[in-house]
């Protein structure tokens, strides 16, 4: 291996082993010391503002405190209309956590979970993944979750699934899969996997392809769900006008060609975002659009961990759709959000993704061109992000992804 690329993997493990630090009042100062790494590929981007964006430090002034602590690989955080929390373990757990931080015993109800390590030497990515509260959770209590699947001799995949949360906050019942990811795997990587419901009834489903030289090519695969964003209904029917309905390929399929999408959002014009992670170099923002090709594995900003060329070591090919935004050095982006809200008005409009390495919040700025001005890098002290969302308050929590996580909230001085 390139001696710098084994010397980024070894940060990069040193990093995922780390413990979490805990946050208090203070913490929430921009590093302003923080500059950007030696590129992996020397591939020039398609257009000046697809790639690095003027780092600012922004103006506005944060608090961040521990809300939780204790959470084991804490996944996805999701509020509910009372103003309390689930949060997936990804072990396999879901847990209720109030605002007081008090962290409840394990909800009953959930289906097995594959949470085995991959045999590659990675950490483990399969286990219980994002929650979010149903469209109409205040009159039905609908949950939605996505997790790893275990599919038999060794084989699982990305599922999504839904159940009816009982008002003491302790069960699912009448729990069922809406969909599940085909044909199974027997590797353990690249599940995704967000869920994003844009309010017409439907529910976006992100996947990852599974990361082996023998699967990522699925990605490009129609009749297989491996590297898309899926769309189905909320009782995980088809809906007729997703765009491979009576034509080739899996019905449920928006868009296709990604790697492994870990964030998503619906910006504030109802416009889908997701986040992916690439190679070495070449994470992405892209907007999926229906029936389009994102590229992967034929074209990418980024190179094999190996140091071999993605494809033939291009980064546009006809057909394939450019990011709107890529990093390389990568940001190994988690969860995202859009803020809105009164707490922060700077950030109106702003997208704020997780990042799992180096760690720590960064924040994009749009213009109004509807492209990437600006970047921010925030509470990077606190490590690995996994996932990030703003309350009801326009406050904004997110979760550090350790053996002995937590949930961190960010607010504006008093």
């Known amino acids: 291996m390139h001696p710098t690329r084994h010397a980024t993997l070894a940060a990069l493990i040193a990093v995922m082993a780390a413990p979490p630090v805990m946050a208090s009042p203070g913490h929430g100062e921009t590093d302003v010391t923080f500059t950007r ?93 994002d929650v979010k509260a149903g469209p109409d959770f205040a009159e039905d209590r609908m949950v939605y979750f996505t997790y790893s699947k275990p599919m038999g001799d060794g084989m699982s995949a990305t599922a999504a699934a839904r159940g009816v949360l009982s008002d003491d906050m302790t069960e699912l019942t009448g729990v069922e899969d809406i969909w599940v990811q085909s044909p199974p795997s027997d590797a353990a990587m690249h599940y995704g996997s967000r869920l994003v419901f844009p309010g017409d009834g439907t529910v976006f489903i992100t996947t990852g392809e599974h990361f082996t030289e023998e699967y990522r090519d699925y990605a490009q695969d129609l009749n297989r769900t491996y590297g898309k964003v899926i769309r189905v209904n909320l009782d995980g029917s088809i809906p007729e006008d997703n765009p491979f309905v009576g034509r080739e390929g899996d019905d449920a399929i928006w868009s296709l060609g990604h790697r492994n999408i870990q964030g998503a ?146 607010t504006a001085p008093d």
Do not use: C
């Open 37 to 129: 790494g030696n590129r992996n590929t020397d591939v020039a981007p398609a257009f000046d503002a697809q790639f690095r964006a003027q780092l600012i430090e922004g103006s506005a002034s944060t608090s961040a405190a521990l809300l939780a602590g204790g959470l084991v690989h804490p996944w996805g955080i999701d509020q509910l209309p009372d103003g309390s929390f689930l949060v997936t373990e990804r072990p396999g757990r879901l847990r209720h956590v109030i605002m007081d931080g008090t962290v409840h015993a394990p909800i009953g109800g959930l289906p097995e979970i594959y949470n085995e390590a991959p045999s590659t030497g990675w950490a483990t990515q399969a286990g219980l993944l």
């Open 265 to 410: 959002d619906l910006a504030p014009d109802g416009s889908l975002f997701v986040l992916e992670h690439g190679p070495a170099g070449g994470d992405e923002i892209n907007k999926p659009a229906p029936g389009l090709n994102y590229g992967w594995p034929l074209v990418s900003y980024g190179e094999q961990y190996s140091g071999d060329l993605v494809g033939t070591g291009q980064a546009s090919m006809v057909g394939m759709e450019q990011p709107l935004y890529f990093w390389d050095p990568v940001i190994a982006p988690g969860g995202a959000t859009f803020v809105t809200g009164e707490m922060f008005p700077e950030w109106e409009g702003d997208l704020m993704i997780g990042s799992l390495y180096p760690g720590g919040l960064v924040r994009i700025v749009f213009g109004e061109d509807g492209y990437v001005v600006e970047e921010e890098r925030l509470l990077r002290n606190q490590g690995r992000v996994r996932d990030v969302d703003v309350l009801a308050d326009g406050s904004i929590v997110f979760l550090t992804d350790f053996e002995n996580g937590s949930i961190i909230h960010v």
